[in-house]
């Protein structure tokens, strides 16, 4: 199952179209009852985890190579257990599952329980839900890639809920594949994400494996796929729940080993794991849960409250020798000044930093976000002291490029040119090719740059009759766009103020805590 979250559906066939239309009419019904979507959805997560289970411990054993041979689930606490009660009794044994499988502390199985509670009080209405409405349907396939399209689509649709906060949690799926494809893991690598939201890189990186170099995944490379090569951290208890469910069901761990997933603020304190790759999306906002610098980072090249920046010194900091990290960044990152320009040029120096890709807008689920997506390596200086970057190579898939979520989604083929781009040359980064969208700036350039600006434009837009031939709805669409973004901005900076003025602080008020990260796109 492709659960995860912080991916959005390439396609849903006509058949999971409906059956999310029948549960997000549910989801309608239940808010008029008291259960709110996020409510609703957390139970989904629950029972289809449960269902899924089910199905995946009954695939043949031909499609299940290089995962864990026992159930996900124990018997009498699984999806069976629930299909032989009714009524109370099923209500009762619901709740009991969830207390029960809570209890494996220490566990990925315990993790994603953990806490967990009925919502759905009503004996009636969980039943009409677990047996009407997801078990007599098939929620995985057959083959190496478990699909969740139905799951996932209910998904998107709770992210288009604005009202949610749900859709700061996604990262379009083909930006993600297309990443994978550059960075390209291999076996025996360690891969991580501090930010990992509902684990989409840390899936994909897996499916990449899996796809590639199956016949090398056995003993020693086997094993270490479920005890540690891939690991995330996360911030939010729920979120995390759902990337071990999404790894889980994705054959990354099994139910009774340590979880895969550590909940924490990934920039509170330095790595104490060195990783090979790092891939991420961190989330966009200011400082840390409490709005301050995370002064205690003596790792850190120089402390700031902002926390793409951050980010960028911990993943810095993350990376063996010679490891390599693909990061999404939104453009103040390129051109901010102060803290901004002193990593930068310490990025240049101390790391081969070789692409950026600029992102067009309407790929992400908040709306108006500018971002781009950056590659480096950890090299070090060159002998006698040289630069670690020799070339920046900057490809422009921003420029005269329009997508939106529902009219023109962004695809995979549409990052084919840019993934081709990225590898010619081979090795040698020296030997790619320039296209008009794809070219390279000289470290030389780069550095004399006023506050070592890297927010580098390739392409001049075809005329400014672009926009103004632009369709009415993508122009409406923009102009959304920037007033949600000015809106976001205006929130942050009342925020700020009210702390300032004695005010809650953001763990205080529960009802800011989603804001901070309304940016986070993972």
């Known amino acids: 199952m492709s659960i995860s979250t912080s991916a959005v559906p390439r396609s849903i066939p006509e058949s999971t179209s409906t059956l999310v239309n029948r549960l997000w009419s549910y989801c309608e019904l239940l808010r008029h009852s ?55 009794s099923l209500l009762d044994h619901y709740e009991f599952i969830l207390e029960e499988l809570g209890q494996r502390k220490g566990t990925m199985l315990g993790e994603v329980f953990t806490n967990a509670s009925n919502k759905i009080q009503e004996p009636a209405v969980l039943e009409r839900l677990i047996k009407d409405l ?4 098939r929620w995985t396939t057959a083959d190496q890639d478990l699909k969740g399209d139905a799951y996932e689509g209910l998904l998107q649709r ?50 990449h494996l899996l796809r590639n170099y199956e016949d090398e995944l056995y003993g020693d490379q086997a094993r270490a796929l479920q005890t540690g090569a891939i690991t995330g951290y996360e911030l939010v208890r729920e979120t995390g ?13 099994t139910s009774e080993a340590r979880p895969l997933i550590t909940l924490q603020d990934s920039l509170a304190k330095a790595p104490q794991k060195w990783y090979d790759i790092v891939l991420a999306n961190p989330p966009f906002g200011v400082g840390s ?91 070090g200086q060159r002998s006698g002291g040289r630069p670690g970057t020799r070339n920046l190579w900057v490809y422009d898939f921003r420029t005269d490029q329009r997508f939106t979520l529902k009219q023109r989604p962004l695809h995979r083929e549409h990052l084919d040119d ?20 794809f070219r390279s700036y000289s470290y030389d350039e780069l550095i004399t740059r006023d506050k070592v600006n890297l927010d580098l434009t390739v392409l001049q837009s075809a005329s400014s009759a672009a926009t103004a031939f632009a369709s009415p709805d993508v122009i409406a669409q923009e102009i959304v766009d920037e007033l949600e973004t000015a809106l976001a ?34």
């Open 34 to 88: 008291g259960v709110s979507t996020l409510d609703y959805v957390e139970q989904l997560t629950y029972l289809l985890f449960l269902k899924m289970a089910d199905e995946k411990a009954k695939l043949p054993a031909r499609y299940r190579k290089n995962e864990p041979k026992e159930p996900l689930v124990p018997a009498g606490l699984d999806w069976a257990s629930l299909m032989t009660r009714s009524a109370e």
């Open 134 to 137: 997801i078990d007599p349907h």
């Open 158 to 207: 709770g992210a288009e809920d604005r009202k949610t906060g749900a859709g700061q949690y996604f990262t379009p799926r083909p930006l993600i594949d297309a990443m994978v494809d550059c960075v390209q893991p291999k076996p025996g690598q360690t891969i991580t994400d501090p930010a990992c939201g509902t684990g989409g890189f840390l899936i994909a990186a897996h499916a």
């Open 241 to 253: 729940r759902l990337a071990l469910m999404n790894m889980l069901l994705h054959g990354i761990g």
């Open 289 to 379: 849960v409490t709005g301050e610098a995370y002064t205690a980072r003596t790792d850190f090249w120089v402390q700031t409250t902002n926390k793409q920046l951050n980010f960028v010194q911990h993943i810095y900091n993350l990376l063996k020798t010679n490891g390599r990290a693909a990061l999404v960044l939104p453009d103040n990152v390129l051109f901010e000044g102060g803290a901004g320009a002193e990593i930068r040029r310490n990025l240049l120096n101390l790391c081969d930093v070789h692409t950026l890709l600029r992102l067009p807008t309407g790929i992400f689920y908040a709306n108006g976000v500018k971002a781009n997506v950056l590659f480096f390596d950890k090299t």
């Open 418 to 437: 840019f993934v081709t781009a990225f590898h010619s040359g081979g090795r040698n980064r020296d030997d790619r090719k320039a296209t008009d969208r």
């Open 489 to 522: 901005e205006f929130t942050a900076v009342a925020r700020a103020l009210k702390q300032g003025m004695g005010g809650p602080t953001v763990m205080e008020d529960a009802s800011t805590t989603e804001v901070e990260d309304t940016d986070r796109e993972r």
